[in-house]
């Protein structure tokens, strides 16, 4: 059962009950990531994320560690672009406790000077684990492609150089600007009574007052052009791809659909055509990456040097010719292999409690799974013909490269 | 498909049924192990509230079964079950599958393989008839073999790139040297080679059999409706008469002979030659250190388990509050993250602390590790740092448990190291009892500061190893 409810201060929660489960889990929500920063302070959100768990005004770092353990439950936190996530499961018996530890940490964390400088070395590190594996690392380098190095193409974790610049003030005027009460929302997911919950956060947050100021945002534009990131490594790692569909778009369905036959399983255009026809890639899949108001559908490929220029040939050829190779078969396939990823996803809590808080923020509303699943149905094959033949058009394509490959290797790769 | 014939070969009928119930603090799960006429264990574990089943088939054929010149035999075995049967080939299956919205996979592990099976209950009968196609019917065809091949050779090549790869393939190299344990699942590119057809046909008519194997189904399915899916679908998978498992290879000592040399899991298998340390440098730009320490652990059944669980937990097993983690991430910022891992298997086990630091931190996050190894041997943990593991290890358990798909692979290994249907219940008694004295007397026993493997990826230059 949902329901959606307001403390006395105004922060929306959303709540999913269900009979016989376990464990609950809870998020407090801020709509603040990397693509609010400014340049020179790209990486502040999610050093922000890290420093709440340094100590409150009763607990200590190591108390809160500790705490938690005792209850068998798990406290942590994560930043993505639009997002700052702090979240606790506990077995249903703790989720007083498990409430009232996380609504400490939320609200009464101190950010001891310290402290940060030794954040600041531990966030380094993250940052060298993430440089050192490049089929992650690609990801941020086709983001700094498309998007530009600014708003959504800054990296989650900052620089080196901008982490160095990070002061306590900065802490302080980040929650300022952006930890109001408009810009939050709880979301919880497990077998409770709505009201015993409702009554546990409004004693621990009920009473945050704080104003934020107007979301800037800016919409970025796509930029379709062909990068090379130079590295000796032995693979070579290629992200492609176009401008999709913002969170909230009408088609969303039809892009899952469409992203589901390109590459999104075994059975996939690419998984099959690549992989296992040509064997040119081990891994290879594509992926759907929405935001407030744009996003962008690609795919990842890791390939030997030699064969870059056939796999982006063959992916690019590959999606042009979607508008008129798509089959009702290939579409039932993947309508079926979503709605059963939906109804698979509804085991855990966790996943419960993130899909009704990015409903909540991205549509503001809530859909239950048997809504969505109808929504997937209603789409037609004319109209995912039709979507992909308005978001695929081969000058529109961007390309980021990082291996041992140099410009001359990719030069006129996409005509 | 199939044929009058095999019916008559139906007689599967319950010789043991026995009911059990799995209780953790409030909610209990019910599981109802039976033993079939043709050997096959089944457990069963009935929840309807979701519409969805899953299944787990525990085939006890490994690594361990396969001879060191054909190292990855199992994984290939496995990995081929899904690519052609009598009645369909690789496209056919991964398409039907998908287009009931389902999942299944095949993996081969250390200890077994296991085919795993996640449906939407309407859609049982189609999954289940695909599952027993691959399980009863798999035809290896040649080129799907060499093709396959090809795509894991790939992958180990794909997967040099990553220093956690190449850190954890030495260290295991070292650790168990000849034993199986030692070596990737998937072989290497040169005992890939060696593997034929035939060999895969082999492999799997000897070991791919009801006597066995584990399957462990939960999820929205009666005990009379599974009965009958068993009968229409694995009706003819029949028991090897007189089935003696072909013997499994000795185990054999580590090139670097272990400081816990006979004190693991008997046969005093890992125990020849003397204490010696070993480390090994491998070079790469690199921006961190890869650091990887450790020894020998201990086998699932060895009695220490559980003290072991606890002690690994204080050390460095546990989220952000371990003696690792305080200190080399809070107090000295050297690392994102530390662990500290006791994994253990049927044959032994692995103790390692992982951990990645830039490169010229790396001798001080050595010296911590071995400070806090020397620690932890030679004065007790507190009473709070008990009370907290406990706690964490006790309560956290329940949440393991807490989808169907982790219940159905639980339920199947449970069963495969023999700890008892009513583990759960007795969990937490096994955690509890264990004392500080326990924990000094584990940790001087498994832990060795002086003699241990020590695996280091980095820009070797700039990590000037002491």
């Given at each position: 059962?949902?329901?959606?409810?307001?403390?006395?201060?105004?922060?929306?929660?959303?709540?999913?009950?269900?009979k016989?489960?376990?464990?609950?889990?809870?998020?407090?929500?801020?709509?603040?990531?990397?693509?609010?920063?400014?340049s020179?302070?790209?990486?502040?959100?999610?050093?922000?994320?890290?420093?709440?768990?340094?100590?409150?005004?009763?607990?200590?770092?190591?108390?809160?560690?500790?705490?938690?353990?005792?209850?068998?439950?798990?406290?942590?936190?994560?930043t993505?672009?639009?997002?700052?996530?702090?979240?606790?499961?506990?077995?249903?018996?703790?989720?007083?406790?498990?409430?009232?530890?996380?609504?400490d940490?939320?609200?009464?964390?101190?950010?001891?000077?310290?402290?940060?400088?030794?954040?600041?070395?531990?966030?380094?590190?993250?940052?060298?684990?993430?440089?050192?594996?490049?089929?992650?690392?690609?990801?941020?380098?086709?983001?700094?492609?498309?998007?530009?190095?600014?708003?959504?193409?800054?990296?989650?974790?900052?620089?080196?150089?901008?982490?160095?610049?990070?002061?306590?003030?900065?802490?302080?005027?980040?929650?300022?600007?952006?930890?109001?009460?408009?810009?939050?929302?709880?979301?919880?997911?497990?077998?409770?009574?709505?009201?015993?919950?409702?009554?546990?956060?409004?004693?621990?947050?009920?009473?945050?007052?704080?104003g934020?100021?107007?979301?800037?945002?800016?919409?970025?534009d796509?930029?379709?052009?062909?990068?090379?990131?130079?590295?000796?490594?032995?693979?070579?790692?290629?992200?492609?791809?176009?401008?999709?569909?913002?969170?909230?778009?009408?088609?969303?369905?039809?892009?899952?659909?469409?992203?589901?036959i390109?590459?999104?399983?075994?059975?996939?255009?690419l998984?099959?055509?690549?992989?296992?026809?040509?064997?040119?890639?081990?891994?290879?899949?594509?992926?759907?990456?929405?935001?407030?108001?744009?996003?962008?559908?690609?795919?990842?490929?890791?390939?030997?040097?030699?064969?870059?220029?056939?796999?982006?040939g063959?992916?690019?050829?590959?999606?042009?010719?979607?508008?008129?190779?798509?089959?009702?078969?290939?579409?039932?396939?993947?309508?079926?292999?979503?709605k059963?990823?939906?109804?698979?996803?509804l085991?855990?809590?966790?996943?419960?409690?993130?899909?009704?808080?990015?409903?909540?923020?991205?549509?503001?509303?809530y859909?239950?799974?048997?809504?969505?699943m109808?929504?997937?149905?209603?789409?037609?094959?004319?109209?995912?013909?039709?979507?992909?033949?308005?978001?695929?058009?081969?000058?529109?394509?961007?390309?980021?490269?990082?291996?041992?490959?140099?410009?001359?290797?990719?030069?006129?790769?996409?005509? | 498909m199939?044929?009058?014939?095999?019916?008559?070969?139906?007689?599967?009928?319950?010789?043991?049924?026995?009911?059990?119930?799995?209780?953790?603090?409030?909610?209990?799960?019910?599981?109802?192990?039976?033993?079939?006429?043709?050997?096959?264990?089944?457990?069963?574990?009935?929840?309807?509230?979701?519409?969805?089943?899953?299944?787990?088939?525990?085939?006890?054929?490994?690594?361990?079964?396969?001879?060191?010149?054909?190292?990855?035999?199992?994984n290939?075995?496995?990995?081929?079950?899904?690519?052609?049967?009598?009645?369909?080939?690789?496209?056919?299956?991964?398409?039907?599958?998908?287009?009931?919205?389902?999942?299944?996979?095949?993996?081969?592990?250390?200890?077994?393989?296991?085919?795993?099976?996640?449906?939407?209950?309407?859609?049982?009968?189609?999954?289940?008839?695909?599952?027993?196609?691959?399980?009863?019917?798999?035809?290896?065809?040649?080129?799907?073999?060499?093709?396959?091949?090809?795509?894991?050779?790939?992958?180990?090549?794909?997967?040099?790139?990553?220093?956690?790869?190449?850190?954890?393939?030495?260290?295991?190299?070292e650790?168990?040297?000849?034993?199986?344990?030692?070596?990737?699942?998937?072989?290497?590119?040169?005992?890939?080679?060696?593997?034929?057809?035939?060999?895969?046909?082999?492999?799997?008519?000897?070991?791919?059999?009801?006597?066995?194997?584990?399957?462990?189904?939960?999820?929205?399915?009666?005990?009379?409706?599974l009965?009958?899916?068993?009968?229409?679908?694995?009706?003819?998978?029949?028991?090897?008469?007189?089935?003696?498992?072909?013997?499994?290879?000795?185990?054999?000592?580590?090139?670097?002979p272990?400081?816990?040399?006979?004190?693991?899991?008997?046969?005093?298998?890992?125990?020849?030659?003397?204490?010696?340390?070993?480390?090994?440098?491998?070079?790469?730009?690199?921006?961190?250190?890869?650091?990887?320490?450790?020894?020998?652990?201990?086998?699932?059944?060895?009695?220490?388990?559980?003290?072991?669980?606890?002690?690994?937990?204080?050390?460095?097993?546990?989220?952000?509050?371990?003696?690792?983690?305080?200190?080399?991430?809070?107090?000295?910022?050297?690392?994102?993250?530390?662990?500290?891992?006791?994994?253990?298997?049927k044959?032994?086990?692995?103790?390692?602390?992982?951990?990645?630091?830039?490169?010229?931190?790396?001798?001080?996050?050595?010296?911590?590790i071995?400070?806090?190894?020397?620690?932890?041997?030679?004065?007790?943990?507190?009473?709070?740092?008990?009370?907290?593991?406990?706690?964490?290890?006790?309560?956290?358990f329940?949440?393991?448990?807490?989808?169907?798909?982790?219940?159905?692979?639980?339920?199947?290994?449970?069963?495969?190291y023999?700890?008892?249907?009513?583990?759960?219940?007795?969990?937490?008694?096994?955690?509890?009892?264990?004392?500080?004295?326990?924990?000094?007397?584990?940790a001087?026993?498994?832990?060795?500061?002086?003699?241990?493997?020590?695996?280091?990826?980095?820009?070797?230059?700039?990590?000037?190893?002491?």
């Amino acid at each position: 059962m949902f329901i959606k409810e307001y403390l006395p201060n105004g922060i929306p929660v959303v709540i999913e009950t269900l009979k016989n489960m376990r464990s609950v889990a809870l998020g407090i929500w801020v709509k603040v990531g990397s693509r609010n920063e400014t340049s020179h302070k790209n990486g502040i959100s999610h050093f922000l994320e890290h420093m709440f768990f340094k100590g409150t005004k009763k607990r200590t770092a190591r108390d809160i560690a500790i705490d938690i353990d005792s209850l068998g439950g798990d406290l942590n936190a994560f930043t993505s672009k639009e997002a700052t996530t702090f979240y606790v499961k506990v077995l249903n018996e703790y989720l007083k406790d498990g409430v009232e530890l996380l609504s400490d940490v939320f609200l009464h964390s101190t950010f001891p000077r310290k402290d940060i400088e030794k954040e600041k070395a531990i966030i380094k590190e993250e940052i060298k684990m993430v440089e050192d594996t490049p089929d992650d690392y690609i990801h941020d380098l086709f983001n700094q492609t498309i998007w530009d190095y600014k708003g959504l193409g800054q990296p989650v974790l900052g620089r080196s150089n901008t982490i160095k610049s990070f002061t306590r003030d900065d802490l302080l005027e980040h929650i300022r600007r952006y930890y109001g009460v408009k810009d939050i929302i709880i979301s919880c997911a497990g077998d409770f009574k709505p009201q015993l919950l409702l009554d546990i956060l409004s004693k621990n947050l009920g009473n945050l007052r704080r104003g934020s100021e107007p979301a800037r945002r800016q919409m970025p534009d796509f930029k379709s052009k062909v990068k090379v990131f130079n590295k000796e490594l032995s693979e070579t790692h290629i992200c492609l791809g176009v401008k999709g569909l913002p969170q909230a778009s009408e088609e969303r369905y039809g892009i899952f659909i469409l992203n589901t036959i390109l590459g999104g399983g075994v059975s996939s255009r690419l998984f099959q055509e690549i992989r296992e026809k040509r064997g040119l890639a081990y891994s290879i899949y594509s992926f759907v990456a929405s935001y407030f108001d744009t996003g962008v559908w690609g795919v990842y490929a890791g390939v030997s040097r030699k064969k870059l220029r056939e796999v982006v040939g063959l992916i690019v050829k590959e999606m042009c010719f979607l508008k008129d190779k798509i089959t009702e078969e290939e579409l039932t396939r993947a309508k079926n292999h979503l709605k059963g990823n939906i109804i698979l996803g509804l085991e855990s809590t966790i996943s419960r409690m993130n899909n009704i808080a990015r409903q909540e923020i991205y549509y503001g509303r809530y859909y239950s799974s048997k809504e969505i699943m109808k929504k997937v149905n209603a789409v037609t094959l004319s109209q995912v013909k039709g979507l992909s033949e308005r978001l695929i058009k081969k000058e529109r394509f961007s390309v980021t490269v990082y291996g041992p490959v140099n410009e001359k290797d990719v030069r006129g790769i996409l005509s | 498909m199939r044929s009058e014939k095999f019916k008559k070969h139906i007689l599967i009928c319950l010789l043991l049924t026995a009911f059990c119930l799995l209780s953790s603090n409030i909610d209990a799960l019910e599981v109802k192990k039976t033993v079939l006429t043709n050997g096959l264990t089944v457990l069963h574990s009935e929840k309807h509230s979701l519409p969805i089943v899953m299944m787990t088939l525990l085939v006890k054929a490994s690594p361990l079964n396969e001879p060191q010149e054909k190292a990855g035999l199992a994984n290939l075995t496995a990995e081929l079950l899904t690519e052609g049967t009598k009645n369909r080939k690789s496209s056919d299956i991964s398409e039907e599958i998908e287009f009931i919205g389902a999942s299944l996979n095949t993996s081969a592990g250390k200890d077994y393989t296991v085919i795993t099976l996640s449906v939407l209950k309407k859609d049982i009968h189609k999954g289940f008839e695909l599952f027993s196609d691959i399980l009863l019917h798999p035809v290896f065809p040649q080129n799907e073999i060499e093709r396959k091949k090809g795509l894991i050779k790939g992958s180990l090549r794909q997967r040099e790139e990553k220093p956690s790869f190449l850190a954890e393939r030495a260290f295991k190299r070292e650790v168990f040297g000849e034993h199986p344990y030692g070596r990737l699942v998937e072989g290497s590119t040169e005992t890939i080679d060696n593997i034929k057809r035939e060999d895969m046909i082999k492999f799997y008519s000897d070991y791919f059999l009801p006597n066995n194997s584990i399957l462990s189904v939960v999820g929205a399915l009666t005990t009379e409706e599974l009965d009958i899916l068993i009968k229409r679908y694995l009706g003819e998978w029949k028991k090897a008469d007189n089935y003696h498992p072909p013997l499994i290879p000795p185990v054999k000592g580590g090139r670097v002979p272990s400081p816990l040399a006979g004190e693991g899991k008997g046969e005093g298998g890992f125990s020849d030659g003397k204490k010696i340390k070993k480390v090994i440098r491998i070079d790469k730009d690199l921006m961190q250190a890869t650091i990887l320490l450790g020894n020998l652990g201990i086998s699932r059944d060895n009695p220490d388990y559980y003290a072991v669980a606890v002690m690994n937990y204080i050390l460095g097993g546990g989220g952000f509050s371990s003696r690792l983690m305080q200190s080399i991430r809070d107090e000295m910022g050297l690392a994102y993250d530390v662990h500290s891992f006791f994994s253990s298997h049927k044959q032994g086990g692995i103790f390692q602390i992982g951990v990645q630091t830039k490169n010229d931190s790396a001798n001080t996050v050595i010296d911590e590790i071995r400070r806090q190894m020397n620690r932890i041997r030679e004065e007790k943990v507190s009473d709070e740092e008990l009370s907290d593991a406990k706690s964490y290890l006790t309560g956290s358990f329940p949440r393991r448990l807490d989808t169907n798909r982790k219940i159905a692979d639980f339920l199947a290994t449970v069963e495969f190291y023999s700890l008892g249907l009513d583990y759960v219940e007795k969990y937490p008694g096994y955690i509890n009892s264990v004392t500080k004295d326990d924990i000094l007397r584990v940790a001087r026993k498994y832990l060795d500061p002086e003699n241990y493997v020590l695996v280091v990826v980095a820009n070797q230059e700039k990590a000037t190893l002491k």
